[in-house]
């Protein structure tokens, strides 16, 4: 995909004019909250479960090398294969290799973020596979020639007129010549092309939510079942994820599960919850001839004990997304790279480096928010803040302003220096302003003044009211 | 107002009382409305000269140094005091919660950082919750709608207080916003950075101000304010202004933010 980063102020300018995204957003928005702080009210304990859910997380990170190696063993010993992959390249290489050795020519997918990451389907078509997505989100914009713009609900910037065009245009091939409007119609559409790319597929990928160390299990969560035909019916099963998704065992995947379907959809569990141990055992009826197991570090091990450390917690539930105001006027796509909102603000500027992801940190207004509602109470304002201190250290792109807060502090950490210049400046602007309540101006910081008047001050400052009404004190 | 608990010591209800840098600069009634508000309590309430901003300008842009500079001005002019209080979650919440970071790699200042940290406190919180003041003596006409700060919310625990008081206030009229938990879009240096998203958030704040056609928006920040106020002017609409501490002190016979001086 195109990293499109450094453009962040204009797609976010063009995302705030783009009516049918905003149509999308608007809708989208509120159900996600609603549903989640049902879900989340029902549940008396489930600050309590957060906190375990987080111990879990810290337990795992802090002991990732045991259990990693845990899980690999756990894995082969199930007849599987775990490959482990420094960079996105290595991963894309090793698939390849896995997809060549099976002779295959098709390639299905269930919905990844990981894959995303590592821009699989590139890596895929460019080899002159067949890659076909069969999470509905992500098919629609596989026909839409796009990336998700977000990390559960891919689709989510399209409107349902879009996708019966899209479906209208893409599966004429098949003989749907009919416009389709209604939900279920288009549902129903797709599953039917979809069942013969399941059926005729060589080789599946999934992604995975959680890895469980003590039985080798890939753990996979859907609302839509196309993950488990995904890893069933395909000779091959590929399963792609991230080092930071393995946990010691069944008792932690099960709290974990708790706490993210209800901060991700507001269900309490997902649809579809399936634990993958691996290929076809003798008398089995199906499951796939091969399994294998992608593990992606992709810079996350130099996250480890760093002040970013505790983002290697996530569990991609995309809470922070749904309740960022920001994620909800912009929408995914301006982020300008795989991971949108809060977690991706952090996550990107990590992955890509701020220099090539100026804004990202600083487009926040740090209401906190999505620390609020994160299930692992990732501190992701406290993060963001970080990356600004680097970024401002460092002098790069981002850093807006440096000379003006310098020559702020300088006036700041002078008291008197300070009261003085600002009795003068709001003489000045008191007059300049005659009795008007507001500036349509601002000095040294026009933006404020493109979509909103500038409030006048009211008078004389609060300390020259104080000193002539009280005298001085101390 | 109800009289202070007898318990309390009279001398540890001596306030200095942090009037932030955008009461000092565009709403001074919203400082003397504290102190006020503060003195009918039974505080002995100082306002201590070598005050100016909080720091968190640069605090927030990444710009430590400079935020340490103004931050050490703070300590100083408040460390003599039991009580430190602002009107105002934003600038409380840079004291309470970001001061102890701020200096936690600084030996020197790292206790005096956390001490002064420690005993501040946002205006209605302090109020409420420390002095278990239940009513004001106050007449606001009109229907009112609350908007709370994000950082008065989140880093301070600022929700009911307000609302607890405004209830004894005759005439008022509380109207709840549609999205309470909603941020108004300033975030301070962000509202100047990122004007075209931080306009679209609080175009949608005013939005919902609107429906609940309340005739007044009251606040505990007044950046929030600023921000509200400077839009609500901008699409031309006439719903007034306040901080909450005006309302509580009875002490809104003035324009409100942004309003022309009709006088």
Not at chain 1, 38 to 55: G, H
């Amino acid at each position: 995909m195109k990293v499109t980063t450094q453009q962040f102020r204009e797609e976010a300018r063009k995302a705030l004019g783009d009516e049918i995204l905003q149509r999308a957003l608007a809708k989208a928005k509120p159900g996600f909250i609603n549903k989640r702080k049902k879900a989340v009210d029902a549940l008396p304990e489930f600050d309590a479960l957060r906190a375990d859910a987080r111990a879990i997380t810290e337990h795992a990170l802090a002991h990732l090398d045991y259990y990693l190696e845990r899980f690999e063993a756990n894995v082969v010993a199930n007849g599987g294969v775990v490959h482990w992959a420094r960079t996105a390249d290595e991963a894309n290489q090793i698939i390849l290799g896995i997809c060549e050795a099976a002779g295959a020519h098709s390639v299905i997918k269930g919905k990844s973020m990981i894959a995303e990451e590592m821009a699989l389907n590139e890596s895929l078509e460019g080899a002159g596979l067949e890659v076909v997505e069969t999470d509905l989100g992500e098919y629609i914009i596989q026909l839409a020639e796009e990336y998700p713009s977000h990390i559960i609900a891919p689709a989510a910037h399209k409107t349902r007129e879009q996708i019966t065009e899209l479906f209208y245009k893409h599966h004429r091939q098949y003989g749907k010549t009919k416009r389709q409007t209604e939900p279920k119609a288009l549902v129903d559409e797709a599953r039917s092309v979809l069942r013969d790319k399941f059926l005729n597929a060589d080789v599946g990928i999934t992604g995975a939510n959680f890895l469980v160390a003590e039985s080798g299990a890939n753990v996979l969560v859907t609302n839509e079942g196309n993950g488990d035909l995904t890893s069933t019916l395909p000779r091959v099963h590929i399963v792609t994820a991230a080092i930071d998704k393995v946990i010691p065992d069944l008792e932690d995947l099960s709290t974990l599960l708790r706490v993210l379907a209800r901060s991700a959809t507001g269900q309490e569990m997902s649809s579809y919850t399936t634990l993958y141990n691996g290929s076809r055992r003798p008398g089995d009826l199906d499951g796939p001839e091969e399994y294998h197991v992608v593990l992606l570090d992709n810079g996350r091990s130099a996250l480890l004990g760093s002040e970013f450390h505790e983002m290697l917690r996530c569990i991609r539930c995309g809470a922070c997304l749904n309740h960022c105001p920001v994620y909800g006027a912009i929408g995914g796509h301006a982020y300008g790279w795989v991971y949108p909102g809060p977690m991706g603000a952090v996550l990107t500027s990590l992955m890509l480096g701020t220099d090539e992801a100026p804004d990202l940190a600083n487009a926040c207004s740090l209401n906190g928010r999505c620390n609020e509602v994160c299930p692992l109470r990732i501190p992701l304002p406290r993060m963001l803040r970080d990356l600004r201190a680097i970024q401002f250290q460092q002098g790069g792109r981002g850093v807006r302003g440096k000379f003006a807060l310098q020559v702020w502090a300088f006036f700041a950490s002078r008291p008197n220096l300070y009261h003085a210049s600002t009795s003068l400046m709001v003489k000045v602007w008191r007059r300049l302003a005659g009795k008007r309540g507001v500036s349509t101006f601002a000095p040294f910081a026009g933006g404020w003044t493109a979509h909103r008047d500038l409030p006048v001050p009211e008078g004389k400052t609060f300390t020259q009211r104080w000193k002539r009404e009280r005298g001085r004190t101390q | 107002m109800t009289e202070v608990d007898e318990v309390i010591d009279p001398n540890a209800l001596r306030v200095g009382l942090f009037v932030t840098c955008i009461a000092d600069l565009y709403r001074p009634n919203v400082g003397f409305a504290a102190l006020y508000l503060l003195e009918e309590a039974g505080c002995r309430v100082d306002v201590p000269l070598g005050q100016t901003c909080c720091g968190q300008p640069a605090w927030n842009s990444g710009d430590q140094d400079s935020a340490r500079v103004v931050a050490k001005t703070v300590i100083k002019s408040f460390e003599p005091y039991p009580y430190i209080v602002a009107p105002s979650g934003s600038c409380s919440g840079m004291i309470r919660i970001h001061y102890p970071k701020l200096f936690a790699t600084d030996s020197k200042w790292r206790a005096r950082a956390e001490a002064v940290a420690g005993r501040c406190y946002e205006l209605t919180s302090f109020l409420t919750d420390v002095l278990g003041v239940d009513t004001v003596s106050a007449r606001y006409e009109g229907s009112v709608t609350y908007h709370d700060s994000c950082s008065g919310l989140r880093e301070m625990g600022v929700r009911e207080q307000p609302r607890h008081l405004l209830k004894s206030v005759d005439g008022l009229e509380l109207r709840e916003l549609d999205e309470r938990d909603a941020c108004c879009g300033f975030g301070g240096a962000f509202s100047v950075k990122y004007p075209d998203i931080s306009g679209r958030l609080v175009s949608d704040k005013c939005a919902d101000i609107a429906s609940t056609q309340a005739d007044t928006v009251l606040g505990g920040d007044l950046g929030c304010l600023l921000n509200i106020a400077g839009r609500l002017r901008r699409e031309g609409k006439h719903t007034r202004v306040f901080h909450v501490a005006e309302v509580l002190a009875d002490m809104t016979d003035l324009p409100g933010v942004g309003e022309d001086d009709t006088s």
